[in-house]
């Protein structure tokens, strides 16, 4: 392929390079933003004793936090390490139901989430859990099945 060959693909409205593309793809502020909801709606299924939501839940976390590793690859050793050390045992409260084991884990989980943000220079980052549940979705949906 020489050099000066550009791919462009057209989003409906106007021809785009891939490299105008990838400049368009969220960064980490953007990418994470979707993590708190996530961790909210988790919490407060598995408090409600709907452990498949929580797993849902649980799943989409790590899933968007995949992503997050895989969009900013300087933060991909950091994002294994916490997915294996900090979200693993969250999994595995999910898994036995064991709601004391679950809140360990899951303070575990936030607390190293924040300490991540120092170590990457966002001290000033410090997400805490919303006092209560979310109040656009039923938790308890499902519950039973």
């Given at each position: 392929m020489s050099a000066d060959h550009t791919h462009v693909v057209n989003n409906g409205k106007r021809d785009l390079t891939l490299d105008e593309l990838a400049l368009?793809?969220?960064?980490?502020?953007?990418?994470?933003?979707?993590?708190?909801p996530r961790a909210h709606r988790l919490y407060?299924?598995?408090?409600?004793?709907?452990?498949?939501?929580?797993?849902?839940?649980?799943?989409?976390l790590v899933k968007q936090l995949r992503l997050c590793a895989t969009s900013r690859p300087k933060y991909d050793a950091d994002m294994a390490a916490y997915l294996d050390e900090d979200c693993e045992p969250v999994r595995s409260a999910l898994r036995a139901r064991d709601l004391a084991a679950f809140e360990s884990a899951y303070t575990q989980m936030i607390d190293r989430a924040n300490h991540y943000h120092g170590v990457f220079g966002k001290p000033y980052i410090v997400w805490v859990l919303p006092p209560a549940p979310p109040d656009d979705l039923d938790l308890t949906a499902g519950a039973d099945a």
């Open positions: 368009m793809q969220p960064g980490m502020d953007r990418l994470m933003a979707e993590v708190g407060y299924a598995a408090k409600a004793g709907n452990w498949r939501l929580a797993d849902y839940f649980f799943r989409s």
